[in-house]
């Protein structure tokens, strides 16, 4: 008796249980739906963008660049050089926006880009002074991104919104095929990368103003390997890498 006694008690409890999930459940459900109708009635400024199934507009970014590096077996036996690093520098970017609208919480977006990048390689050698050569690279980037957006709910004419994609690299400015840089480690002209950020977006009568940060990563190998120069042998490979912060205007 005192088995089946416990074993309703538990199966009472049970039931009580999933009713009162059930209740929370549906409590919450009506409470979201109440509160994005709410958010729909607040949002003036969206409802005239939301008709358009596409737009476009202008970027303004600053970037921060540099390159990650792997040493090679060399590195351990050569004598010139205790470190090689790859150094930050500034940059900006102007850009173009194009957006497709699929469905109501993503995008499809396109973003020729021009970038103006600094970065810099640094080899320190060993012993006690500190003695260092910099290898300062200066880039005109040609970029072509393809992103794909996801938008949240939108409320008070306000929303964020995360972003993932890919795009390829074109250096204008490159001396990789100079003769002037015949002794000077090579970066190659060409790269592709995979970009993710996030941002908000705030939607004004005329425009919708984005700011964005968003990080960059080399996936190719951008290292021009030169057997003659130990500045070369001593790494195996090179990856790009940018955070950039961007301001989008759209219309």
Same mark, same amino acid.
């Given at each position: 008796?005192?088995?089946?006694?416990?074993?309703?008690?538990?199966?009472?409890?049970?039931?009580?249980?999933?009713?009162?999930?059930?209740?929370?459940? +549906?409590?919450?459900?009506?409470?979201?739906?109440?509160?994005?109708?709410r958010a729909k009635s607040y949002n003036f400024n969206y409802k005239d963008f939301q008709a358009k199934p596409y737009y476009f507009g202008i970027s303004l970014g600053m970037n921060s660049s540099d390159f990650k590096i792997y040493h090679s077996r060399e590195f351990i036996r050569n004598d010139s050089f205790a470190r090689a690093e790859?150094?930050?520098g500034p940059g900006f970017n102007l850009g173009i926006v194009s957006n497709l609208k699929i469905g109501e919480y993503f995008d499809v977006r396109f973003l020729p880009t021009?970038?103006?990048?600094?970065?810099? +390689?640094?080899?320190?050698?060993?012993?006690?002074?500190?003695?260092?050569?910099?290898?300062?690279?200066?880039?005109?980037?040609?970029?072509?991104?393809?992103?794909?957006?996801?938008?949240?709910?939108?409320?008070?004419?306000?929303?964020?919104?995360?972003?993932?994609?890919?795009?390829?690299v074109f250096d204008v400015a490159s001396d990789s095929r100079t003769r002037q840089a015949?002794?000077?480690?090579?970066?190659?002209?060409?790269?592709?990368?995979?970009?993710?950020?996030a941002g908000v977006q705030f939607f004004f009568p005329y425009f919708i103003f984005s700011p964005e940060f968003?990080?960059?990563?080399?996936?190719?190998?951008?290292?021009?390997?030169?057997?003659?120069?130990?500045?070369?042998?001593?790494?195996?490979?090179?990856?790009?890498?940018?955070?950039?912060?961007t301001l989008y205007f759209e219309g």
């Open positions: 008796m005192r088995t089946t006694h416990v074993w309703n008690l538990l199966h009472l409890h049970g039931r009580k249980s999933l009713t009162a999930a059930l209740c929370l459940l +549906l409590v919450g459900l009506n409470a979201s739906a109440g509160w994005a109708q790859g150094v930050t021009l970038s103006f990048v600094e970065r810099n +390689l640094r080899y320190t050698r060993p012993g006690d002074g500190v003695q260092t050569i910099n290898r300062r690279i200066e880039s005109v980037l040609v970029e072509m991104p393809f992103h794909v957006r996801y938008k949240s709910v939108t409320y008070h004419d306000f929303r964020i919104f995360l972003v993932a994609g890919a795009k390829y015949a002794d000077l480690i090579k970066i190659s002209p060409t790269d592709f990368q995979f970009e993710y950020g968003k990080v960059s990563h080399g996936l190719n190998n951008v290292l021009l390997y030169n057997d003659r120069l130990q500045q070369s042998t001593v790494l195996e490979k090179i990856l790009s890498r940018t955070f950039t912060i």
